[in-house]
């Protein structure tokens, strides 16, 4: 999944990202280029040996060990630069983009940039025709997620800013606006300025302390449709034998609160605008 | 979120897909046209007191109850058509996306068609540079698809075939096949010839039974990174005083099982390559 | 399972407490006792035709329906009672009793009384050598308690007061206190009191808001090894050729908290002592 | 938890089974006895230093190490052995105990013995009217249970017998039978045989495969009233600023599943006999 190309060809060319899959260790993910070379726990492999090689292929590193050469899904990009992140795992980021509606077309506000791994996850969605607008109070880490969403040749349909979002946003009518901040619940009155009316709220938060003041806050700007989840995924062994469920699991990673802007009667402003289960 | 556009305009015009949600009842979706009228429990509301409206502005019926008047996510599509898909939540659908690389210009078969919901969520990604090809065995749920499909937009992006895929499908070198079909088991022969190397293979099921005999035929036709898992959305009251998860939860929708289609010498096929947690 | 015995013999007599089942409609639970008759939904049927019938035996009413005479156990009384009680399920009651040491010999506080579904539970774990103290703040409430502890033979191993339990228990040294109320963290002080040293305090609480609080006050009140958790309970069809949970399942019942008193010096009361997973 | 006393007194004496906690470091459970020392990886207590002390007081190493002194729950008292046992969690046995009517006075025969920590549950609770009759087909293992469950002064309340229950069972008309056996399916001719009408028939299995089995073979002996069900337990971080869920947790122990021996006609013979949720 890059921005530039979803390869359409049996083989691999340079400038491909390609994930190379071992055996029983996790996975590499890089972009190929002539003459460079690729160190692994299992023995070293040359790009050489990796372009014009069929997708899906079995290769061998110097030491004799087996690797398989694939095209990594955005969840695959997710998990790789997942360290950073803390809690945006692919369970959450697939269900954040299809609540809050990101298809091809939409523009959407991001505050914090972080690592950029869901910067690249909103930009591999709107593509051309819409707009991410990724904001980050620290110039560093703007750099950073500019540079990891530009390697996945999704940049071009980003624009990083580095600011203070206290002071509010530059773009009005947005369709959706996603907050990965640990304190949503101060910029509110910012997000409402700049969202359009029906359009998307959303944050994930580690704690109930902080989901309780989200609430607070989403009710005092009269946001409507509020919702408050978790997901929660779990692995099973594949053994068809001994079929069942992992030992351990993930047991938590954020909050999802989510909320609309609706535009209202004074009459109206009351609680029973809460989304009803 | 339709085909055509994505409204960026603060207004409604005549031919807009919207959602009319109620303030305690559920919500109606459908398309502006002139003329028109929407019956609700709540009261009648004529289209043409809704076109030229700002999107998130309340309305009220004939006989006074209030309405917002939305755009609709993929999410709030999904679930309108949910009735008769049975097993395909948002909070699969999100996850199955994200997991199979299901990006802009991406070309992915689908079997069976269904009522065209999945089609939707798989087209809205895919658009004009990818392709869906969705077979069906029986013409009627097809031409059904087709329509559910054509109403969002979304049908110039997609391939609909009546097919007994026992006899395979046309395509070759396809990005991702997901089959959403009792006996996925049955066909992965047809799969494997029809992915690209590397490309994936997803299907989602409701019982045990069903997910262990696609393990065995998994392996048995040479597919590796096997991988079945099931997701779990938990909602909370939206009460900051008493802040607690709803009282019950769906429990079980359907287990998902992803595998890919790798390439290997034969002295590796062996069940190492299960992928591991 | 009653107070009195457990019957080891193969036959019902006159004063057994007896769980009558029907083939879809849940169950009656009542005692034996010449010229008395049962109503159910499927037709009447005498006592007498009850008494002196093997155990597990298949009984019809006099409509003709099958019901199975059973003994209960204590799941299923509590299960009978639990409508009154709101959150105490089994499967937190069997948690609590294990994890807090409820075992015979044990002498426990309880506060409230509620329906004497706990109080009940507690006695059958205690018995002659051990003591239940159950606590009500209101008369009638403690009247029903009681009232239900006796006709489940119980009533022995309890003694019931009415009390606001603001001014204290009369015991001290207890081995456990149970408080099954809205404000615990109102009353630590009032535990701390009548608890032994080492012993288990335990709660169950809705809303994460209670929790917060009651974590702050049993630090406050130099509490150790606090622990919070949940129970969840899934259940799955019982058909071997499509093996799966079922579709809907209890979210949530209440989040439970314990902690032990411990005597420390001055030096070490800090949140160390909190216990670590 | 001992089978001869839970103690009333405020002071440890000889004999008596104290559990010794760290501050960060889980826990020692062991028998106070003058002259002996405990060893920990905070340095060296003279058990002498312990008898006399007051229950949750805290005493200190050779080394300056702070300890508190405990009495031991059921709860502990399974973790403590928990390595040996795979999959009997608290959490089960909690569940299976309050499910299978489990009190003083019950007799329950379990097989295998394991290590003992289940037969121990048992015993704590049947007590001096009931009776444990635990099988076990290794006459090494049979030992091993016998002497953990001497160590808690229970062995009075347990038969410990050495034989292969493919030759059934020397109690008829039991209250409860449980078997912690990787393939019970083979033995339900031998329960029924052995379980009095209405009895309870109980397992724990950790995979998809052997439930689906069971199930098969329980309506093949014509038990009624089955459930199989999954306990799930997640933590909490005590921390009353940012309270939320632990990060990993236990995702599986094992499948429960439980049924009732009745009796039926013959023309009832037939699957409605399901228990229904």
New interface residues.
């Given amino acids: 999944?890059t921005g530039k190309?979803?390869s359409?060809s049996?083989k691999t060319t340079e400038g491909d990202l390609v994930q190379l899959?071992g055996?029983?260790?996790g996975f590499h993910l890089f972009f190929l280029k002539h003459g460079n070379s690729i160190q692994t726990h299992r023995g070293v492999i040359q790009h050489d040996n990796l372009i014009g090689k069929?997708?899906?292929?079995?290769v061998k590193s110097h030491s004799g060990n087996?690797f398989?050469?694939?095209?990594?899904?955005?969840?695959?990009i997710?998990e790789s630069t997942k360290r950073s992140t803390q809690i945006m795992y692919?369970?959450d980021?697939?269900?954040?983009?299809?609540?809050?509606?990101i298809?091809?077309?939409?523009?959407v506000i991001e505050a914090g940039s972080g690592s950029g791994a869901f910067t690249s996850?909103l930009a591999?969605?709107v593509?051309e025709?819409?707009r991410v607008y990724s904001y980050e109070i620290l110039e560093e880490k703007s750099k950073l997620a500019e540079e990891n969403t530009r390697k996945l040749g999704l940049d071009s349909y980003v624009e990083f800013k580095v600011r203070d979002i206290q002071l509010g946003f530059d773009e009005k009518?947005v369709?959706a606006i996603f907050l990965d901040l640990p304190n949503p619940f101060d910029f509110l009155h910012q997000v409402h300025n700049s969202l359009?009316?029906?359009?998307?709220f959303g944050t994930i938060l580690?704690?109930?302390?902080q989901?309780?003041?989200t609430?607070?806050e989403l009710?005092r700007n009269s946001f409507?449709?509020?919702?408050?989840?978790?997901?929660?995924?779990?692995?099973?062994q594949?053994?068809?034998?001994?079929?069942?469920?992992?030992?351990?699991?993930?047991?938590?990673t954020g909050?999802l609160v989510f909320a609309?802007?609706?535009?209202?009667?004074d009459l109206?402003i009351d609680q029973?605008?809460?989304?009803?289960?």
């Avoid at 069929?54 to 079995?58: A, Q, V």
């Avoid at 594949?238 to 938590?252: C, S």
Wanted: aromatic share 10%; hydrophobic share 35%.
């Fill in positions: 999944m190309n979803i359409h049996y899959v055996l029983h260790h069929e997708w899906g292929s079995m087996p398989f050469l694939l095209q990594p899904s955005l969840s695959n997710l692919p369970k980021i697939g269900f954040i983009l299809i609540t809050m509606g298809v091809p077309g939409v523009r996850a591999s969605m593509r025709k819409g009518n369709d359009k009316p029906g359009g998307y580690p704690s109930t302390n989901v309780i003041k609430i607070v009710k409507g449709f509020i919702d408050v989840c978790e997901t929660m995924l779990r692995y099973y594949v053994d068809p034998d001994r079929f069942r469920p992992t030992d351990r699991m993930v047991a938590h909050y609309r802007k609706v535009i209202k009667d109206y029973s605008l809460d989304s009803e289960e």
